[in-house]
């Protein structure tokens, strides 16, 4: 059962202009959250995290909101650079129960210049 | 810190074979996730390890499948017999303790014939 789901499996942006990535869950108990990057033939690297108890979370051109109420979470990443292109993973995880990380399918993101 | 190791990085097989695949956590690492990505399921968690012991297998796809980790420096996934929709890429990933971010090996793709 897919408890993380991001429901769109390509994006495309121009460079400079904002790149929306989307992602829900199912699972209530889901208290810490994550986005990772993926490039081709290599493992996915974390970007950024954020916890239940915040709404916001920024690290340089990456912003990830949380909506706790719609079980939703997105991450922002502006402005847009080439360098962005790769598969983005969505994640989340109890830390109070089993802490299982449990991923979503990934959208894969194109900058074009 | 070389990060998280595995091994091989490509396996070709043929069905009914025996498939071992080898991780080496990153030291000090408590925790031990196997992860397979497919084109359909996205990256699916297998089983995951705390502190050398299994805590979740619910995700081990069937009784060919086993996974073991004799000590915090190694595990192994098994595979036997193999069969062609086995035939995926395998990630094994360590992390520190439930507040910390996963570290992903860069993977090992297994073909089954």
Partial sequence: ?113 | DAGVIQSPRHEVTEMGQEVTLRCKPISGHNSLFWYRQTMMRGLELLIYFNNNVPIDDSGMPEDRFSAKMPNASFSTLKIQPSEPRDSAVYFCASSLDRYSPLHFGNGTRLTVT
């Fill in chain 1, 1 to 113: 059962d897919q408890q993380v789901k991001q429901n769109s499996p390509s994006l495309s942006v121009q460079e400079g202009r904002i790149s929306i990535l989307n992602c829900d869950y199912t699972n209530s108990m889901f208290d810490y959250f994550l986005w990772y990057k993926k490039y081709p033939a290599e493992g996915p690297t974390f970007l950024i995290s954020i916890s239940s108890i915040k709404d916001k979370n920024e690290d340089g051109r990456f912003t990830v909101f949380l909506n706790k109420s719609a079980k939703h979470l997105s991450l922002h990443i502006v402005p847009s650079q080439p360098g962005d292109s790769a598969v983005y993973f969505c994640a989340a995880s109890a830390r109070n129960n089993n802490n299982d990380m449990r991923f979503g399918a990934g959208t894969r993101l194109t900058v074009k210049p």
